[in-house]
């Protein structure tokens, strides 16, 4: 992307911007060519709602290539927020996104309503690069736990407000909705990204097959508000998308980055208790595994960590007979609530740094080591 302020200038407003009561994370003054680091990318792939149960799930299919057996290295990741035992998006991706426990609902504050940097701003501090790839809209409470700073999720304006000024390189969401014309026929929104050098595609899916090369930088945005539901769109659109931002992220840049890669609609096949469409799901977060373990395997010095904010519907599989001195009975997915559980999730992590993630850990936990890895 342009970047108009130096790496100085650029921690000099962090400073000011998180100077709260009680202080925040500091911001390394360092670049990445001042040190020397093992993992130099890092793929964050983000299952929304996504428990062991539903990786589970993934056996049922009779699948030729599970990835989630590719990745070695696991940890169960506790996520509850500062106020609730049951944490919802907002907290939770700004756990991970933040390193800072905040109460529900909030986007990039700690639970005193201080605003805390994320992944965005750090990337963009110490001269990495920084992508989003989601199935919703880039306001959505997940994607904008990267950018955003906002007392309440549902502040569609304000966040996207805090879009305009993210320094994100890359971003592939739903949410063109977002720039649609004024009664005048502009967009203030869209003539900013314009004018700070973005390369922006609206409500046009197909030009993810013909980006040109020499971009660098891209808002692409190919429906009004999400993609279309699971059963309504194309398999493997989400794998499509973050294989085009790795081949964006990954030229040229020396300096490494940060992509943060969410499957959102496992969680809206599970608040509806969608069994048929959270296979579909599954299916779509593990050939974008498979897209991000091909990139890893090419580029040394990549680390990919696949995790959940929270797990949804409290899915159990169960045999359909309790008598188990018989036979296979087969099995029913059996739902337990409607919303969110507070169960630990899973945590797979494969490549560079990768045996850093064992056990039990914290969602700001996951944070702080990717922040250590990273160097920022």
Request: hydrophobic share 40%; net charge negative; proline share 3%.
């Amino acid at each position: 992307m342009k970047r108009f302020f130096s790496v100085a200038i650029a921690l000099s407003l962090l400073t000011v911007l998180y100077g709260c009561a009680g202080g925040s994370d500091s911001v390394s003054d360092s670049t990445p060519s001042d040190r020397t680091r093992e993992v130099k990318n890092v793929i964050f792939i983000v299952g929304d709602g996504m428990g062991i149960a539903q990786v589970a799930a993934l056996n049922e299919l009779g699948m030729d290539t599970n990835a989630f057996y590719m990745f070695p290295q696991t940890a169960f990741v506790s996520t509850y927020s500062a106020n609730n035992r049951v944490t919802d998006s907002a907290a939770g991706g700004s756990a991970l996104f933040t390193g800072h426990k905040t109460n529900n609902s909030v986007l990039g504050m700690d639970a005193d309503s201080c605003n805390v940097p994320n992944f965005a701003e750090k990337c963009e501090a110490a001269g990495l690069k920084c992508g989003i790839v989601t199935l919703c809209s880039f306001t959505h409470a997940t994607p904008a736990a990267m950018y955003a700073h906002n007392i309440t999720r549902h502040d569609d304006e304000g966040i996207a407000d805090d879009f305009l000024s993210s320094g994100l390189d890359v971003v592939f969401t739903g949410g063109s909705g977002m720039f649609a014309p004024d009664e005048n026929g502009g967009n203030a929104r869209l003539d900013s990204l314009k004018a700070m050098g973005y390369n922006v595609v609206l409500d046009d899916y197909g030009f993810i097959g013909s980006i040109p090369e020499e971009w660098d930088n891209i808002v692409f945005l190919p429906f009004k508000k999400h993609f279309p539901d699971t059963d309504e769109r194309r398999p493997g659109m989400l794998a499509e998308c973050t294989q085009a931002a790795l081949e964006i992220l990954g030229k040229n840049n020396p300096d490494g980055f940060l992509l943060m890669v969410e499957e959102s609609q496992i969680d809206f096949s599970c608040h509806d208790h969608l069994t048929e469409s959270l296979f579909k799901d599954m299916e779509e977060i593990n050939s974008t595994m498979l897209v991000a373990k091909k990139f890893a395997d090419s580029h040394p010095g990549t680390l990919i960590i696949v995790t959940a904010d929270h797990e949804t519907g409290g899915l159990t599989i169960a045999s359909n007979d309790s008598d188990f001195n018989k036979g296979d009975s087969g099995i029913d997915y059996r739902w337990s609530t409607g919303g969110h559980t507070g169960i630990y999730v899973p945590l797979f992590a494969y490549g560079a740094g990768a045996e850093e993630f064992h056990g039990i850990m914290d969602n700001t936990e996951v944070h702080r080591k990717v922040c250590e890895l990273l160097g920022i």
